[in-house]
């Protein structure tokens, strides 16, 4: 297949690979405009934006709530370092906390920096609640996580591509099958185990969705054991699958769930990408006193976690999610989105499977694992104006914006079914 790219997006693409390290092999397209569900790219065609910056825009390009929020901040202070208080921070701190029913917030602001700041937590809770002798404790991970690209993360990472080259590794996790819940239950045997680290769905890998009762069933171990159980929301958290968090599975409590059936409330919460709704990098961590309180000044921090920007940026991307009903609509949106490709799939031999919740989904594609055949389809989709992006070779994933609405997905699946029947 051969696609040729605009002489204008050409140019900037040539720039951009002249100068820059080579970390990433993006969709060649180069946009400069967003709104809501839609982006545009420089010679002005317009795109339904199906990455949502790997859901980070989940309340929709530009929110204008949030940028109001943003503009108005970075006129009036943007950073004080922690060195000192500013007059913001005190408000996110309890808008969040109630938000998400929890004692105390650690703002960070990359979510690779608030996995971190989970994991040296979770350590310092066992040597000091615990007991874990000094250096011992060790944090149960799952094959194919996805956390962030620190040198400590990759170290328990399992894919070649990320790790290789870039030891020597952090000692400390073990390393267990996901959605396998008796691996769990073995792997807790061990009485120097600080927390057990996972992605409710894992996205990265593809979107895999585990069985409906794991997150519950996982919790319930992990209570027994007393090991902290570590929730990495970045990407499934703030409405993205159809509920507040994905460990809340289907009701809408926003985190305030009696129901223990429905929800398996972490001890340690990581939130970052929509926390912002993709205006600004913010990211954090949740838990009781119990836990967070073993941090002290002078142990851990950033110099822009917790900045004013920041503080006001969150507190309107989560005000969105609530006044727009995020969540329920994420949870419309997606079952219908499955329900009608399910139906394509019903005829065709090119896609074997659809799966996800709310609105982060997958498709996988009938082809090797190292074909080429979904980022061909992800090549025309584009030149249909949708962008979505593999995950994996043959697993292409569908995140749009959670401000959508029936007529823009109706739309959007069109597009999809006629690119996929391109391809039978
Ligand atoms: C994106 C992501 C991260 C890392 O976030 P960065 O902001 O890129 O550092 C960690 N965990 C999960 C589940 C993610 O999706």
């Not at 404790?137 to 040198?151: E, P």
């Not at 970052?272 to 002078?298: F, R, W």
């Not at 920007?309 to 949870?331: F, G, I, P």
Request: aromatic share 8%; hydrophobic share 40%; net charge negative.
């Amino acid at each position: 297949m051969n696609i040729v790219e605009s002489n204008k997006s050409q140019q900037y693409i040539e720039v951009e690979e002249a100068h820059g390290a080579h970390n990433y092999h993006p969709l060649p397209v180069v946009l400069e405009r967003g709104d809501g569900v839609y982006v545009w790219d420089v010679d002005g065609k317009r795109y339904f934006d199906f990455l949502s910056a790997y859901s980070a825009v989940n309340q929709g390009h530009c929110h204008p709530s949030i940028i109001n929020a943003m503009n108005g901040q970075a006129k009036t202070l943007t950073l004080t370092s922690r060195a000192f208080h500013n007059d913001k921070l005190g408000a996110f701190n309890k808008y969040i906390t109630e938000y998400f029913n929890f004692d105390k917030v650690l703002p960070m602001n990359t979510g690779a920096e608030a996995v971190e700041t989970a994991i040296k937590i979770a350590r310092k809770w066992a040597y000091e609640k615990k007991g874990v002798a000094e250096t011992d404790a060790q944090i149960i991970v799952c094959d194919n996580n996805f956390h962030g690209r620190t040198t400590t993360i990759i170290s328990f990472s399992n894919d070649e591509n990320a790790r290789k080259n870039f030891g020597p590794y952090t000692p400390g996790f073990i390393k267990i099958p996901y959605d396998d819940t008796d691996a769990l239950e073995k792997a807790l045997q061990q009485d120097n185990v600080a927390g057990f680290l996972v992605e409710p769905i894992q996205g990265e890998a593809g979107v895999y969705t585990p069985s409906d009762d794991y997150m519950r069933k996982a919790k319930e171990l992990c209570t027994k054991n007393n090991v902290l159980f570590i929730a990495d929301e970045i990407q499934t958290g703030i409405a993205r699958t159809g509920a507040l968090l994905a460990v809340c599975g289907k009701c809408d409590c926003q985190g305030h769930c009696e129901r223990q059936e429905t929800y398996s409330r972490p001890d340690v919460l990581i939130l970052g990408k929509a926390l912002s709704g993709g205006a600004y990098p913010v990211s954090a961590v949740l838990a009781d006193d119990e836990i967070m309180n073993v941090i002290h000044p002078g142990q851990h921090g950033s110099t822009f976690g917790g900045n004013p920007v920041a503080a006001v940026v969150a507190m309107a991307a989560l005000d969105v999610v609530k006044d727009e009903s995020l969540a329920q609509n994420a949870r419309k949106l997606g079952s219908y989105f499955r329900a009608q490709i399910n139906e394509y799939i019903e005829t065709t031999d090119t896609v074997v499977l659809v799966r996800g919740r709310g609105l982060l989904n997958a498709i996988v594609i009938n082809d090797s694992e190292d074909g080429d055949t979904a980022w061909n389809i992800c090549m025309r989709l584009r030149d249909h104006g949708l962008l979505a992006k593999p995950t994996h070779g043959n697993i292409i994933r569908f995140a749009p914006p959670l401000v959508m609405t029936m007529e823009q997905l109706d739309e959007c699946i069109a597009i999809i079914i006629k690119t996929l029947k391109e391809f039978e």
